[in-house]
């Protein structure tokens, strides 16, 4: 499933073949579309189609470059619109700096009017941006009464654009420019920033992706923008489609499928979700989200029992590796984890653990030799570089020994699995060189790092 988050529907350019339009995308895998509106009339045509075809929502507003036609009583008509169930934003709207001619004071007063709706209605914005980041984030920044839970649509600013508008809390719509030649800095910048906060658009009728320019653009393209995402991040085409669609339906408040994996895959890993129990707290966790991990839905109804867990594994053979871990601490689960472990080593997997290293603390015994010949990796969610900054981190149940216990589990458990490896988050409070040091120097196992993302989003040490 794909939805398209900003498409023109209600333009003259498909006055024609809508119909055709809409069954393409539908062929294209395309389920939801959101109609985009710039201006007071094109607000009720996007309303109407919304009417019309079921699968459409709509956003009313009107776009920086039409703020003459903005008056008060625009206002008020658009009010009464996105009251409409099939209204799930307020946009285009935004600021374009761009064009000769434009009026600053104008683009802001407009703005802030049609921002105070969205925070009134509680609404996400769609917001255009054009040679303006710096003064777009400026303005949320300094109007914290004012709603930034929304999407700068057709994003094509810098990184630090990108982090700016991350930090405040808002998405980033990317569409058929990265599949462009000229594309390469907005590769980079996804590449850095990563997909939680990302949306797939195409901005039909208008930026058609490479493959498709001189061409009117339409839903159905948006393939080529996945696949642009997919190699700008080294996830796969279905990864990507995954966790856009996902973020799509966070973003406008759509309906949700809520159906547990107890086995889900990225990139070319499957992943065996043994458990939400965790003797950790972390501050980061999805668990005090909503569950959700790159698109995926983890809250598990009951635990699974061995059996289960490997019918829903299936078919290994085009996985590099199988990994055992859960949105939680599966050492819990210690006898179901070697079961499945053994059952997939028999099928000739590779199998790997991810664990915070509390299955020592956990038996009050040392597990670690059960793990052996059964393992092929261990990874241990490492989290900081003393107590100290690891209760603040981890909020463990056991304060007083849970660091240690987790450092003596990686100690121990390298005797018995041959390729043991720490992984820590670079929040600001980690010292990343003291973390490097216990790992490789007093520990001897190897060590990775992951960077955060901005705040005010969750991150996943999940082994991703």
């Avoid at 009313?60 to 008020?76: C, E, I």
């Avoid at 009010?79 to 600021?95: M, P, Q, T």
């Avoid at 339409?218 to 995954?242: C, H, N, W």
């Avoid at 635990?303 to 867990?309: D, G, I, K």
Wanted: hydrophobic share 35%; aromatic share 8%.
């Amino acid at each position: 499933m794909l939805i398209d988050t900003h498409a023109h529907l209600e333009d003259k350019k498909f006055s024609r073949d809508l119909d055709r339009v809409l069954a393409r995308a539908k062929d294209a895998g395309i389920e939801r579309l959101v109609c985009i509106a710039d201006d007071l009339s094109s607000s009720r045509r996007a309303v109407d189609l919304a009417k019309r075809f079921p699968f459409l929502r709509a956003a009313v507003g009107v776009h920086p470059q039409h703020d003459r036609t903005f008056r008060d009583d625009t206002l008020a008509e658009l009010k009464e619109l996105a009251r409409l169930d099939s209204v799930v934003a307020i946009g285009e709207v935004g600021l374009d700096f761009h064009w000769d001619g434009f009026d600053r004071d104008r683009q802001f007063r407009v703005l802030a009017s049609q921002a105070e709706l969205a925070s009134e209605l509680s609404l996400p914005l769609v917001l255009h941006c054009r040679d303006a980041y710096p003064e777009l984030i400026d303005f949320f920044s300094s109007n914290p009464d004012i709603t930034s839970r929304g999407v700068v649509h057709c994003f094509s600013g810098t990184c630090d654009d990108a982090f700016g508008l991350l930090d405040l809390g808002f998405y980033l719509g990317v569409g058929g420019v990265i599949t462009y030649p000229n594309g390469s800095h907005l590769r980079e910048t996804i590449a850095r920033v990563g997909l939680d906060r990302i949306v797939a658009e195409t901005d039909s009728p208008y930026l058609p992706p490479q493959k498709k320019r001189g061409r009117r653009n339409e839903p159905s393209y948006m393939k080529f923008t996945i696949k642009g995402l997919a190699d700008a991040t080294g996830f796969t085409y279905q990864d990507v489609a995954r966790i856009t669609t996902a973020n799509a339906v966070k973003l406008y408040g759509l309906d949700v499928d809520d159906t547990t994996e107890i086995t889900y895959s990225v990139r070319n890993r499957l992943y065996v979700n043994v458990t939400n129990r965790c003797t950790n707290e972390c501050c980061f966790c999805e668990r005090d989200d909503d569950y959700r991990l790159l698109g995926h839905y983890l809250k598990l109804p009951g635990e699974p029992s061995a059996s289960e867990l490997l019918d829903a594994v299936g078919d290994t053979d085009r996985f590099e590796e199988v990994v055992i871990c859960g949105l939680g601490e599966p050492t819990l689960r210690l006898d179901v984890v070697l079961k499945v472990a053994e059952a997939l080593k028999v099928r000739g997997c590779r199998v790997r653990l991810n664990t915070n290293g509390h299955g020592n603390l956990i038996h009050g015994k040392n597990i670690t030799s059960r793990l052996s010949g059964v393992f092929d990796s261990v990874t241990v969610t490492m989290n900081a570089h003393n107590k100290k900054t690891y209760n603040k981190i981890s909020s463990p149940q056991d304060r007083k020994g849970a660091f240690d216990a987790m450092l003596d589990f990686t100690k121990k458990v390298k005797r018995h699995v041959p390729d043991v490896r720490m992984r820590v988050l670079a929040l600001p409070e980690v010292d990343i060189e003291a973390c490097r040091a216990l790992a490789e120097d007093k520990l001897k196992v190897r060590f990775q790092v992951r960077a955060p993302r901005p705040q005010g989003y969750p991150v996943s040490t999940n082994g991703f």
